[in-house]
């Protein structure tokens, strides 16, 4: 039986993922903890074995690091994290013996697109990402379209592919978007959306559209559950679901 802490449990993911491990057969939800909580003592007051981070950019880092001080091992949602904060947390995870699993996305949907979109890279001329969020996620681009962005740039490269083609001259406005590793990402807030994202590959007289809706935070709950299940299994810091797949 995995004992697990949500962290960010008042939120609305957090309270999805409460609802979600609390209805796990091998799973007891043993701590519901949030800003004002001391982590580390909450965690072992509780012996939970394994914590779920569903906060915000500016408080995961600090988050996790608690946590492993706990002697947990952490499955992480939330998104934003720089390459520095990757290897201070790998640091930490490898000198704790924990585990540590970062993803992007939890929908099952989302990472077989970026699947399918490192496949297809290499084999179109162009390439562009369309993200699109509701107004109250706090981070863009998005983690998705970042992973998405690097898991393209590292196929064409490995396929000796060539820059994309792009005749632009004058964008004062910069409405052709930001790039993450080289690939065009183009991040849209509006209400309605909740998490989808489009990449769009071209080549002459033919256009591929690879795209991932979620409607719901229900979309990400498998992905969770099934983080939880096997972090353990990879020791130090894992990024993306893909390990865990078999991708």
């Given amino acids: 039986m995995l004992k697990v802490a949500v962290i ?12 979600a491990v ?85 929908a099952i949907s989302a990472v077989l697109a970026m699947k399918f979109a490192a496949a297809a890279a290499p084999y179109f001329e162009s390439v562009e990402i369309l993200e699109m969020h509701h107004p109250d996620k706090l981070d863009a681009p998005s983690g998705t379209a970042i992973a998405t962005a690097k898991g393209i740039a590292a196929a064409r490269e490995a396929a000796g592919a060539p820059d994309f083609p792009d005749h632009t001259e004058s964008d004062p406005q910069g409405t052709r978007g930001g790039k993450v590793a080289g690939v065009p990402v183009h991040a849209v807030r509006l209400r309605g959306l909740y998490a989808h994202e489009e990449i769009l590959f071209g080549n002459p007289g033919e256009q591929l559209v690879v795209r991932t809706d979620c409607f719901d935070r229900v979309s990400f709950m498998p992905g969770v559950l099934l983080g939880l299940r096997k972090v353990a299994t990879f020791p130090g810091l894992t990024i993306g679901l893909e390990p865990l797949l078999g991708l």
Avoid at 8 to 19: D, I, N, W, Y
Avoid at 47 to 62: C, G, K, L, R
Avoid at 82 to 106: C, H, K, M, T, W
């Fill in 8 to 19: 960010g449990a008042k939120g609305r993911m957090g309270s999805q993922v409460c609802a």
């Fill in 22 to 106: 609390s209805a796990a057969p091998d799973m007891e939800l043993v701590a519901q903890l949030d800003r004002d909580d001391d982590i580390t003592a909450s965690l072992r007051r509780s012996q939970a074995t394994h914590a779920v981070d569903f906060t915000i950019p500016a408080s995961a880092e600090a988050n996790v690091m608690a946590a492993l001080q706990a002697e947990t091992h952490v499955v992480v949602g939330t998104t934003g994290w720089s390459e520095d904060a990757y290897q201070r947390v790998r640091q930490a995870a490898q000198a704790a013996g924990r585990s540590v699993l970062i993803a992007p996305n939890f």
